[in-house]
């Protein structure tokens, strides 16, 4: 499954992964603040 | 349409292609026409993917779909970015480790050739399709309300198309991709800020987003697990996550998009970019419709958004119905004017009186709708694409400004464009490489290759016109090249991942297991009701779980498993 990443590039990448999913929970908490608001 | 609309609609249309055509001139390799170069960044990519996604369909139904039903539609997007992490991970080194042209060359070095056609076969079945259908959708909306001819606006915008997808291959895709979503996303917030600018002054913008909630319009995220609502949080979470990874993983008008560029890196920012941005982008369309929703309750809609079916039922014998509708819906329309007003000087406790009332009048405007559109049903007047879809092109033509009338056409027709541009390219791609290379001519030279390429290019562009032009043949086509996608999409991505994660089982069992899979999604779509989202998980579960099975029985012993 491993491309041939080196150690520190597959860790900086888990980290761009995890950003990634913070950022959506934070959109789909936003979403859900602005139905509760809005609705 | 004047002709400064026209000025900016064509400038727009034509020189996006033609400055693509002066960055891809001279010749191409195999490799720099299949998959661009190396010049090809991240920005580029994260564009082209979310161009090729977006489509038409998105900017001209999605407000009119809140316009109708809330902005709900949103959580359809929620498996999005989860699946383009597993894409990232998983997918894309294993083809650029691999230097595949197609996502189905993994199916051949994994498996046998036999899997590789079949999920090669099973992508140009349905694309070819949906590139028809690409070009159709909005050319039925603009000739109807602009006049123009059905067959003229399906060539216009399906004939520039060809001939630049031809001649540039994949890099002039991304870059005139990039450069019509640019178009589409300045476009779209344009006519955002003029929908704002448009609201009745009477109420402030909280006041409006308010009451566009009371009438049911922003319930974005609903948590409810009742398997009868259309759209919830999980089964957006669930469903979405299946359709986006068969979508972004194996379909080849999409991976195709990523792999341009060749480096690892670009493509993975390019997919991570689309996790982060789509949701707010759909979000902001979404509210798009519901804003022109309240612009509507202080300017008088017509009681059908599709006036040319409505005229022609009009002028068949159905006028003196008609008119009695229009004149019920006229009044209505004044009460909830006014019951609107009103909610700014009513007291607190006097608040919930004047909401029901409110929503009354608005059940009651939305039957007589409903009634119009029986009549026009009763008429013969039977119109090919849903009155939604007739929405936000209306607010256009009457409310906005010209100059910009003719930019929103044009992001209309570049969204048109540059969906169909990459699903031509994969077409053309995948029948090359996949088809014609290993069955025809195994040992040509690289050019032959190339020019081989561009005719299957252009001869998908024109069964994508010609499926156009007899679309209007069908019942709601639309609707079924939706159905479409879902009922293939299962199988493909069963192949993949048996491909990923069994290590054990090899070519044949897989083969089979996917020949199975698919005939029992036929039979559930012909037999059942289910919502047809959940046959990207039926088709891909049934792959999973038939594959070993068969591997320990029919095919024990029978092959060497695959080392890729």
Redesign the interface.
């Known amino acids: 499954?491993?491309?041939?990443?080196d150690e520190p590039e597959a860790r900086s990448?888990r980290k761009?992964?995890g950003l990634?999913?913070s950022?959506?929970a934070m959109?789909?908490v936003l979403?859900?603040l602005?139905?509760i608001?809005?609705? | 349409m004047n002709r400064l609309d026209y000025l900016v609609l064509i400038a727009t249309i034509l020189a996006i292609p033609l400055y693509g055509l002066w960055r891809t001139r001279g010749s191409a390799s195999l490799g720099q026409y299949l998959k661009g170069d190396a010049s090809i960044r991240w920005a580029t990519i994260g564009l082209s993917v979310l161009a090729t996604q977006a489509g038409p369909i998105t900017f001209l139904s999605m407000p009119g779909q809140a316009y109708e039903s809330g902005i709900g539609f949103i959580q359809n997007y929620f498996g999005q970015p989860l699946a383009l992490i597993v894409v990232c991970a998983v997918f894309v080194p294993i083809y650029q480790r691999l230097r595949v042209y197609t996502a189905y060359q993994y199916l051949r070095e994994r498996f046998d050739q036999k899997t590789q056609l079949l999920g090669a076969f099973l992508f140009l079945v349905q694309r070819g399709i949906a590139a028809g259908i690409t070009i159709y959708a909005p050319a039925i909306v603009l000739s109807a309300l602009l006049g123009w001819r059905l067959n003229l606006t399906i060539w216009l915008a399906g004939g520039l198309v060809i001939v630049y997808t031809v001649v540039g291959g994949t890099k002039i895709v991304s870059i005139t991709q990039r450069y019509q979503m640019i178009v589409i996303l300045v476009g779209m917030a344009i006519a955002f800020a003029v929908a704002l600018y448009r609201l009745s002054p009477d109420l402030s913008f909280e006041h409006t987003l308010s009451l566009a909630g009371k009438m049911g319009k922003l319930e974005a995220v609903d948590f409810s697990v009742d398997p009868h609502k259309r759209y919830t949080f999980w089964s957006g979470l669930i469903g979405g996550f299946f359709l986006a990874l068969s979508y972004f993983g194996a379909d080849q008008s999409q991976v195709q998009r990523y792999l341009a560029g060749g480096s690892l890196k670009e493509s993975r920012l390019g997919l991570l970019f689309n996790a982060a941005v789509k949701v707010p982008m759909q979000f902001f369309i979404l509210l798009l419709g519901a804003i022109i929703f309240m612009f509507y309750q202080f300017e008088k809609p017509p009681v059908y958004f599709n006036q040319p079916a409505y005229q022609r039922a009009a002028e068949s014998g159905y006028g003196p119905q008609l008119a009695a509708l229009q004149t019920q819906f006229d009044d209505v329309f004044t009460q909830k004017r006014a019951a609107i007003r009103s909610l700014a000087d009513v007291s607190a406790t006097e608040r919930g009186a004047a909401m029901t009332k409110l929503q009354g009048l608005d059940a009651q405007a939305h039957e007589l709708r409903n009634k119009t559109k029986g009549i026009l049903t009763q008429a013969g007047v039977d119109p090919k694409s849903k009155e939604s879809d007739y929405v936000f092109i209306t607010f256009i033509l009457q409310q906005m400004p010209h100059g910009l009338v003719g930019l929103l056409i044009a992001v209309i027709l570049c969204a048109t464009m540059s969906a169909t541009s990459a699903i031509l390219n994969a077409l053309g791609s995948t029948t090359a490489i996949d088809f014609y290379r290993p069955l025809i001519r195994p040992d040509a030279s690289d050019h032959h290759y190339v020019v081989a390429a561009k005719t299957l290019t252009a001869l998908w562009g024109l069964i994508a016109i010609a499926v156009a032009s007899f679309a209007s043949l069908v019942e709601n086509l639309i609707e079924a090249g939706n159905i479409l996608g879902s009922v293939f999409y299962g199988s493909i991505l069963g192949l993949f991942l048996a491909g990923f994660f069994i290590r054990r089982v090899t070519g044949s069992p897989v083969f089979f297991a996917a020949v199975l899979a698919q005939t029992l999604v036929f039979v559930l779509f012909a037999t059942t009701n289910i919502g047809y989202l959940w046959y990207n998980l039926i088709g891909c579960a049934a792959v999973l779980i038939l594959a070993p099975v068969l591997q320990q029985t029919i095919f024990r012993n029978t092959e060497a498993p695959a080392g890729v």
């Open positions: 499954m491993n491309a041939g990443n990448w761009a992964y990634t999913l950022l959506f959109e789909v979403l859900y602005f139905t608001r809005f609705s």
